[in-house]
């Protein structure tokens, strides 16, 4: 025989609330880790124009 009493309209809301908050917390994390890559991203583009401008100028001037 089965004891096993099925879940409740509350109790699936409340899981169904808990795995939200976790893919919201995930999301969060994913998007702090884009903005930490997006600060370095710009010191590489600035850096890469820099060694464009001195090779160019090394082979012209």
Do not use: C
């Amino acid at each position: 025989m089965n004891d096993k009493v099925p879940p409740t309209d509350a109790q699936q809301q409340i899981a169904a609330y808990d795995r939200q908050l976790s893919e919201i917390e995930k999301l969060l994390n994913e998007a702090r880790n884009y903005k930490a890559e997006a600060h370095w991203y710009e010191w590489v583009l600035a850096s890469g124009w820099t060694l464009a401008v001195v090779a160019f100028a090394k082979l012209f001037l």
